[in-house]
């Protein structure tokens, strides 16, 4: 069967581009892969946490995942750290990638800045922890955003490496998948800069645990201009916040951009605000409201995710054992 590996990391808050980019697509998957959903803990360490906070981010994202319609009994889902496996694998995947390929890698050059040569070295490896989660389970596919694609590249490669290195086709070469109309959600504060758990503004983004009150008012207060909407699409794409803002009520309500204008153009922004926070509520209150309800019961969500780690690891620990035996470690 087709396997589907995919996670998020538990910094900060999760939000509606998390949501229309990733969960909502998982959601569908599941009826059609075998799947795999990771908390990647792990690869949160490459930025300071604080311990209890991390903790709590964690069971959040689970029970994001499981709020939006996630089947931990029909799914796996775990948080990366309880399975060693990955770090093993993530080791012996690095003694087979060269550094020139990790020196391509634009997300650690954009991260780094400047500052480059203060930067740990798990931002710079990241990428080969990541290629470990998804080889580790020989996914066959990933869906991955537009700003993760460079490295789901180079987890092919890795894999392609190894299988050539060690005259076997062990791993499979994962393929990536980019869904639906709302891949890439922009800022409500900057319509060319992308939603970010990052940004120093509440009002850039809307997280998934806004009551409706709070998604209203950042909507409202979401950057616009001062024109109508247009009738087309090209006349949309020059206006980036305008932009933003159809490309999210389309994802919401599952109707392409051309479909919105046809229903707006024309219309005010302060009309067609009006339309998006009750169809953004309607979407995302319900998730919102499960979400209090599963993080409500703390050791619930200890309990899911503990079962599935016994189920992953279950897999993991089978696969390794094979990369150990066909390079040359010896298992007494």
Same mark, same amino acid.
């Given at each position: ?18 949501? #229309? &980019?990733? %969960?909502?697509?998982?959601?569908? @998957? ?12 792990? =690869? ?44 093993? %694998? ?8 060269? @550094? ?10 954009e991260k780094a800045g400047k500052q480059k040569d203060m930067a740990n070295l798990g931002l710079?490896? $990241? ?23 460079? =490295? ?7 894999? &392609?490496?190894?299988?050539?290195? $060690? ?11 980019? @869904? &639906? ?21 509440? $009002? ?5 645990? /806004? ?37 999210? $009520? ?12 046809a229903q707006f153009a024309g219309s005010q922004f302060s ?7 009750? #169809?953004?509520?309607?979407? #995302? ?18 309990? @899911? ?19 150990? /035996?066909?390079? &040359?470690?010896?298992?007494?």
């Open positions: 069967m087709n396997r589907i590996f995919s996670g998020m990391q538990p910094t900060r808050q999760l939000h509606l581009g998390n949501y #229309l &980019g990733a %969960l909502r697509n998982w959601v569908e @998957l599941q009826n059609s892969y075998e799947c795999i959903f990771c908390v990647v803990d792990l =690869h949160a360490l490459t930025i300071d946490q604080d311990p209890e906070v991390l903790r709590n981010n964690i069971r959040e994202v689970a029970a994001a995942y499981i709020a939006a319609g996630i089947d931990p009994e029909k799914n796996i889902l775990f948080n990366q750290s309880v399975v060693s496996a990955h770090a093993e %694998l993530g080791w012996i995947l690095s003694c087979h990638t060269p @550094l020139g390929w990790l020196n391509r890698m634009t997300q650690f050059k710079y490896a $990241y990428p080969t922890l990541m290629a470990a989660d998804i080889l580790l389970y020989k996914a066959t596919h990933v869906p991955v955003g537009e700003d993760q694609k460079q =490295h789901l590249e180079l987890a092919r490669d890795i894999a &392609g490496a190894f299988n050539r290195r $060690y005259e076997t086709d062990f791993f499979p070469l994962p393929e990536p998948q980019i @869904l &639906g109309e709302a891949t890439r959600v922009m800022s409500l504060r900057d319509g060319k800069k992308k939603m970010s758990k990052s940004d120093e503004s509440e $009002y850039s983004r809307i997280n998934m645990t /806004d009551d409706a009150d709070t998604i209203a008012q950042k909507i409202r207060k979401a950057k616009t201009d001062p024109e109508p909407l247009p009738e087309t699409v090209t006349e949309l794409e020059a206006r980036p916040e305008a932009d933003n803002l159809v490309t999210i $009520y389309g994802a919401l309500a599952g109707q392409s951009r051309e479909q919105v204008l009309d067609f605000k009006k339309s998006l926070v009750d #169809l953004s509520v309607d979407k #995302l209150a319900p998730i919102t409201t499960r979400m209090k309800e599963l993080l409500s019961d703390k050791a619930e969500i200890d309990r @899911l995710l503990k079962t599935g780690g016994e189920r992953a690891a279950a897999i993991a620990e089978r696969n390794l054992n094979d990369v150990k /035996d066909i390079i &040359g470690l010896l298992r007494p």
